[in-house]
């Protein structure tokens, strides 16, 4: 709470309303993030088809009519697949654009500290998601104007991954404001659902489209995206002193940032220091980097790969590809509650991180198996894969940017969110290049490379727990 604000009647209901607000507020508004970032996995499949499906509708209407295939099968045949990605190197090319936004995404994170941390986060939050959502949309139009120029889409991607930084450390430092030590790992847990939600509602909107309109699988989140950006710049509230404090709190503000603004590059090199220095940043930092290597490569060519191997269509693919993220759900929760109870947090990573690792061996068997055990091991994987990412990046990093020996610096959360998540965003890029670049011999290189990954991740995680003071 607020240190400052006297007893006011009912003030305690009403932190509790506007805590709330902030809650769902935050929720919706990282979910719409989320959302705009996950067709691009659902599009694979239909900007590369497999045409022999075509050349044998072609070759059945023309021997039943006796006649020569018509320009118009021909012109089908050859533009099953959306230039430039008909090639046959389509894998590296998808995994090119992959990396062009994460590489992006993990360079922009680590700027985002230094850029963030100078202005309001609700003005701050609000440009991105704007941005976010032009830069979205304009991925769409590539399909409504007809372009395909590969430099196009690289371009767009990198905008949109430098953009969408604005997001993740927005959201952790203003639910952190508001929300103490106790039970955080619960309330970060079902908080952080809202990774998975956005996945969920990203796959069904973009597979909505994408077999008659994949421009509209972009342009549709990207319209959401900035809708809620003008939502967060009407509503959003910083955090609970911010309500109660007013024209006092501006005042004492504009004193100390005045006496800040000359030494403003030392104050944040400083803080930098200060954040790696503090026993697990690092640490943790390595083990998200191994975990979210395995997540982000299931979220960019999980549907792809069930399309491949299990033989289903692009929407169909998409709708099964959600139970991944619904098990996320449940495992966030769980490893939070779990945390919460141990008090352990790196404990509770390295326990799920080694029972993901027969789980994703598993997997990569899934066409041998019926759809009730796919069923299974989509809920089962995700549960267990996105487990440890969700505790490291949300009560893991509150914990540690909350540390006494950070002496309550306000800026320090945001800082160490932004070092935690952007060394996690490095392991985001490197998953899907590696998955585009290996799936080329064959879906097997990838879940060893995700398998090996995870083992990575499973020792940092054990060292992380056997070192004093970081549990």
């Known amino acids: 709470g607020c240190e400052l604000c006297p007893g006011i009647p009912h003030l305690k209901l009403k932190l509790n309303m506007y805590r709330a607000l902030t809650f769902i507020l935050t929720f919706l508004l990282y979910t719409s993030f989320h959302l705009s970032r ?23 209407a023309s021997s ?29 090319l998808l995994g090119a654009m992959d990396y ?15 850029i963030g941390e100078r202005l309001p986060i609700r003005l701050y939050l609000t440009v991105g998601m704007l941005t976010s959502g032009l830069f979205t949309c304009l991925f769409g139009l590539g399909y409504v104007y007809n372009i395909h120029n590969l430099g196009f889409y690289i371009f767009v991607q990198v905008a949109n991954g430098l953009v969408q930084t604005t997001g993740w450390p927005s959201v952790v430092t203003c639910i952190s404001n508001w929300f103490g030590k106790g039970r955080r790992g619960l309330i970060m847990g079902l908080w952080n659902s809202h990774t998975s939600v956005g996945n969920i509602l990203g796959s069904l909107i973009a597979g909505y489209w994408v077999s008659s309109n994949w421009g509209m699988s972009f342009i549709v989140p990207g319209i959401i995206i900035a809708v809620m950006g003008v939502v967060c710049f009407f509503f959003l509230i910083e955090r609970e002193c911010s309500l109660l404090i ?36 690092i640490e943790f930092s390595l083990c998200l980097l191994f975990a979210k290597l395995v997540s982000y490569t299931f979220l960019f060519w999980l549907p792809l ?13 998409g709708d099964l590809s959600t139970l991944f993220d619904v098990g996320g759900i449940v495992g966030g929760i769980l490893a939070g509650v779990i945390s919460d109870k141990l008090g352990k947090r790196a404990t509770t ?8 690792a027969p789980t994703l061996y598993g997997f990569s068997m ?6 009730g055990p796919t069923i299974g091991m989509l809920l089962v994987c995700g549960c267990l894969v996105n487990g440890p990412y969700s505790l490291i990046t949300t009560a893991v990093s509150a914990d540690l940017g909350t540390h006494k020996s950070l002496k309550g610096n306000a800026r320090a959360l945001s800082t160490v969110t932004a070092i935690i998540d ?27 490379m995700l398998m090996t990954a995870d083992f990575l991740a499973l020792l940092v995680s054990i060292i992380t727990d056997k070192s004093s003071g970081c549990k």
């Open 422 to 448: 952007g060394t996690g965003s490095v392991g985001a890029a490197l998953g899907p290049l590696l998955a585009g670049l290996l799936s080329a011999g064959g879906w097997d290189r990838v879940f060893y």
């Open 38 to 60: 996950k067709p691009i996995s659902i599009v694979k499949s239909e900007l590369h088809k497999n045409c022999s499906s075509v050349n044998e509708l072609a070759t059945i």
């Open 366 to 371: 899934i066409s041998e198996f019926g759809l």
């Open 305 to 317: 790969y069930i399309t491949k191997a299990a033989h289903l269509d692009a929407k169909k693919a």
């Open 349 to 356: 990573c390295a326990v799920m991180l080694l029972l993901a």
């Open 64 to 92: 039943g009519s006796g006649q020569l295939p018509s320009l118009t099968s021909l012109h089908t045949d050859m533009d099953c697949s959306w230039k430039p990605f008909d090639k046959r190197n389509y894998k590296q």
């Open 100 to 114: 062009s936004f994460l590489c992006a995404y993990a360079v922009g994170m680590y700027l985002s500290g230094i």
């Open 246 to 281: 007013g024209l006092m709190a501006l005042h004492v503000h504009s004193q100390m940032h005045a006496r800040l603004t000359s030494n403003h590059g030392i104050v944040y090199l400083c803080l930098c220091a200060g954040c790696l220095s503090l026993q697990g940043v």
